[in-house]
Nanobody, 115 residues
Framework: QVQFVESGGGSVQPGGSLRLSCAAS????????MGWYRRAPGKQRELVAT??????NYADSVKGRFTISRDNAKNTVYLQMNSLKLEDTAVYYC??????????WGQGTQVTVSS
């Protein structure tokens, strides 16, 4: 089993920045993907960014604005979110994936972008 401690969500104005952190505990190694999904109000859950063995993957909607990073020694993944937009408002979930799809999910942290 994997357990998560997520932090860093909150409210910010458009154009602002937030940094999400997620520390995972359990049998995780760098070959497992860690990353973030999100669910906006009234929408399906979608991939935001993942990282595995030094490689990264971003949704087109966040490329150039969000940066994912990982500390393998701490089993911690970060998401630096810059130039936030109203449409980035969502609950953000930390994930761990053994294969292509997430196997484990965090409890979620709310990110609200509003003026």
């Amino acid at each position: 089993q994997v357990q998560f401690v997520e932090s860093g969500g909150g409210s910010v104005q458009p154009g602002g920045s937030l940094r999400l952190s997620c520390a995972a505990s359990g049998s995780i190694n760098s070959n497992y993907a860690m990353g973030w999904y999100r669910r906006a109000p009234g929408k399906q859950r979608e991939l935001v960014a993942t990282t595995r063995a030094g490689n990264t993957n971003y949704a087109d909607s966040v490329k150039g604005r969000f940066t994912i990073s990982r500390d393998n020694a701490k089993n911690t993944v970060y998401l630096q979110m810059n130039s936030l937009k109203l449409e980035d408002t969502a609950v953000y979930y930390c994930i761990v994936a053994l294969g292509l799809l997430p196997n484990y999910w965090g409890q979620g942290t709310q990110v609200t972008v509003s003026s």
